[in-house]
């Protein structure tokens, strides 16, 4: 029997809740691989009611029972910690639950219960407000990676579509922190954790990386700034010199058209919108976040928790639905 897909709700004020119970109703039609859903049955239930959504939600102990009764019903392991059903409004205490839900998928991962974890989206406001310690996601998951594999990784955000997989270097900071913040020895350790992940989770035999430019034009040699110069450059030196297939300084403006697309494997950016904004024009509804350099598969929508739209019958499951559909090939190929 094939192994389940552990899903976490995430916040459950935002949409979470409904696209995890629209994602089942689309099992037969999408081709949805098999997945346990970690997180409040009653409030699942509930907002799938709500949203409109013809779901039959069933608890169950263990991932192998979700797996045998995922064709009937979305199968839900239960937490020991109750949460606030509150559509559109986060409550600070949904926050010992959402991290639990965290806690609970990685840890049937860590079973070999279920092949990788798909993550509804979180609001970090009311995980901070509860004393979450980190800056989000990610960064907790690299913290799980440490504490309970005993790996000591760098977790790094790709957001993979069909046309177009892009990684940012730096990531949840303000825009005037970059130049400071941004390091010859991160780009260069980043380079190398995308090539080793896009051989062993994508099958791609020899990635090619095309590393962005952090000034318009890549700096024009200095002329538009010296980051590209004396901090991007060095790091592309150094992939090149470990048999790297790496270009760049590139100028962002011209990397992401359809010819330019078709040279690279991997967009390596500079900052958060710099990768974000090209991926999501291109697959809006389509785009994953991987996250790469974790000792398991993680996988998540690309969109936030949405709270305008919560509860309303409008999400669209389809950035999750491509979150499961390509856990589960990741998966497959690393079995």
């Known amino acids: 029997m094939t192994r389940p897909l552990a899903l976490s709700i995430g916040e459950p004020s935002g949409i979470g809740p409904e696209i995890a119970a629209a994602a089942w109703a689309s099992r037969d039609k999408a081709g949805?691989?098999?997945?346990?859903?970690?997180?409040?049955?009653?409030?699942?239930?509930?907002?799938?009611?709500?949203?409109?959504?013809?779901?039959?939600?069933?608890?169950?102990?263990?991932?192998?029972?979700?797996?045998t009764r995922f064709h009937r019903a979305l199968p839900v392991l239960p937490l020991a910690v109750p949460m606030v059903d509150s559509p559109g409004v986060a409550v600070a205490q949904n926050a010992?639950?959402?991290?639990?839900?965290?806690?609970?998928?990685?840890?049937?991962?860590?079973?070999?219960?279920?092949?990788?974890?798909?993550?509804?989206p979180i609001a970090k406001k009311p995980l901070y407000e509860a004393g979450f310690a980190f800056p989000g996601h990610t960064e907790y998951l690299?913290?799980?990676?440490?504490?309970?594999f005993g790996?000591?990784?760098?977790?790094?955000?790709?957001?993979?579509?069909?046309?177009?997989?892009?990684?940012?270097?730096?990531?949840?900071?303000?825009?005037?922190?970059?130049?400071?913040?941004?390091?010859?020895?991160?780009?260069?350790?980043v380079g190398r954790i995308v090539e080793a992940e896009l051989k062993a989770r994508f099958g791609i035999a020899s990635p090619r990386l095309a590393v962005a430019g952090l000034n318009p034009h890549a700096g024009e040699d200095g002329a538009m700034g010296l980051e590209d110069r004396d901090?991007?450059?060095?790091?592309?030196?150094?992939?090149?010199?470990?048999?790297?297939?790496?270009?760049?300084?590139?100028?962002?403006?011209?990397?992401?058209?359809?010819?330019?697309?078709?040279?690279?494997?991997?967009?390596i950016c500079m900052y958060h919108d710099q990768a974000l904004i090209p991926a999501k024009a291109l697959a809006f509804d389509e785009a994953v976040n991987v996250t790469l350099g974790l000792p398991f598969i993680r996988t998540s929508p690309d969109h936030g928790t949405a709270f305008d739209i919560a509860g309303k019958g409008i999400a669209r499951p389809d950035s999750l639905i491509a979150a499961l559909k390509m856990a589960a090939r990741m998966a497959a190929r690393n079995a």
């Open 32 to 67: 949805v691989p098999p997945f346990v859903l970690v997180g409040d049955a009653a409030l699942v239930a509930a907002r799938a009611r709500q949203a409109g959504i013809d779901v039959t939600v069933e608890t169950c102990d263990s991932a192998s029972a979700a797996a």
């Open 96 to 120: 010992a639950g959402v991290v639990a839900a965290i806690d609970a998928g990685v840890a049937l991962v860590q079973a070999g219960e279920a092949a990788a974890l798909v993550t509804c």
């Open 142 to 148: 690299g913290h799980l990676a440490r504490e309970r």
């Open 151 to 189: 790996v000591d990784t760098r977790p790094v955000m790709m957001i993979a579509g069909p046309e177009l997989r892009t990684v940012p270097v730096t990531i949840h900071i303000a825009l005037a922190d970059v130049p400071h913040r941004l390091l010859t020895v991160d780009i260069a350790a």
């Open 231 to 267: 901090i991007v450059a060095p790091a592309v030196a150094a992939l090149r010199a470990e048999g790297i297939d790496a270009r760049g300084p590139l100028p962002a403006d011209t990397m992401f058209h359809a010819r330019a697309r078709a040279g690279y494997d991997a967009a």
